[in-house]
């Protein structure tokens, strides 16, 4: 049976290559008339304190709704609108609409958007794009913080470094994104301007199974806190997982064991309400403090 698709889905290698290629600069064609139309939304998931199980801030995930295709993953889009300049009003268009949703929320929770290297461009007046939109809002600055992630860096990092700091000068946050998937060395980390880290899933996959995961989150871990930089574990699927992962003592937990990113109308109420961890099956061994 298993040779048997193996065997199918080698017949159909080359279709599905070009359907892939077709299905690319259909996109690529659709993506500047779907910011016009308005097929873009944001979806909102919640991170949680574990210790005070509040919901601490949220972050801003970039939705298309395509006529034809469905939903279409930021995975997806995200690089090809990097490719054809089009993320840059499609960057400001998330910081907007992030900083419009965060000033109906109570004040405490904040909120969270990524932006990605291309917005670093030195043609584009990023800082003045996050100045307008708090402006414009009203949402206090320090609610505010930016994801980027080390491949930002990688491509002009003087000038994205330089960027980051007039950044916080605003009291804008910065986060660092996807932390320890990229190339930079641990030493490097801490020159750079961030108020936060964001350990990528792809430690937590493995946390509750691996002793090597949990020496890597160690010593993150390790060196975070002493640099001061509190810390945010994201990709939390499983209580197992949660129940590993609060050892570390994070600042905050993001996963779909709590929740997934939603639209505005949905996470409103779960803010509101504040209901901070929902229901699950924790495991009665937590050994959070
Ligand atoms: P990211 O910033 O690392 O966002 C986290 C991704 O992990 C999101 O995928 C989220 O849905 C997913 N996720 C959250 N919890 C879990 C979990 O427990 N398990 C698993 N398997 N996944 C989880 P999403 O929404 O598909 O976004 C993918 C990436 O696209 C983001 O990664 C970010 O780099 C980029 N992106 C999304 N929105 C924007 C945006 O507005 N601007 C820019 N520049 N990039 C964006
Ligand atoms: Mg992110
Ligand atoms: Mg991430
Ligand atoms: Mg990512």
């Known amino acids: 049976k298993a040779k048997a698709e193996g065997k199918n889905r080698w017949l159909s290698y080359v279709p599905e290559l070009s359907e892939a290629y077709d299905r690319r600069i259909e996109l690529e064609q659709d993506l500047a008339k779907a910011i016009v139309e308005g097929q873009f939304e944001l979806h909102f998931q919640p991170i949680y304190s574990p210790r005070g199980r509040t919901i601490l801030l949220c972050e801003a995930l970039m939705r298309w709704r395509h006529p034809t295709r469905g939903s279409v993953s930021p995975s997806e889009f995200i690089p090809l609108a990097e490719q054809n300049g089009l ?11 992030a900083l419009k949703a965060a000033i109906s929320w109570p004040q405490p ?44 860096l990688a491509e002009d990092k003087d000038f994205v470094i330089a960027t980051l700091h007039r950044i ?26 961030i108020d936060m880290l964001k350990i990528d899933r792809a430690f ?5 199974t691996s002793t090597k995961a949990r020496a890597l989150m160690r010593a993150i871990t390790g060196l975070a806190g002493d640099l001061n930089v509190p810390m945010i574990v994201e990709g939390v699927e499983t209580p197992e997982q949660f129940e590993a992962v609060t050892r570390f ?6 996963g779909f064991l709590f929740a997934r990113p939603m639209p ?6 779960i803010i509101d309400r504040r209901v901070a961890l929902p229901a699950i099956d924790r495991p009665s061994t937590t050994t959070a403090k």
């Open 168 to 193: 916080r000068a605003l009291g804008v946050k910065v986060a660092l994104d996807d932390f320890g998937t990229g190339y930079s060395s641990l030493s490097y980390f801490a020159e750079l301007p």
């Open 204 to 208: 937590v996959g493995s946390i509750a």
């Open 264 to 269: 505005k109308e949905d996470i409103d109420p």
């Open 109 to 152: 929770v904040g909120v969270s958007v990524n932006v990605s290297a291309k917005q670093f461009h030195r043609d584009h007046d990023l800082v003045g794009v996050i100045e307008d939109a708090l402006r414009r809002t009203g949402v206090a600055p320090h609610r505010v913080t930016i994801e980027v992630t080390e491949t930002t």
């Open 87 to 97: 993320i840059k009003s499609l960057g400001s268009f998330a910081i907007e609409q």
């Open 249 to 254: 003592a994070p600042y905050g937990v993001q």
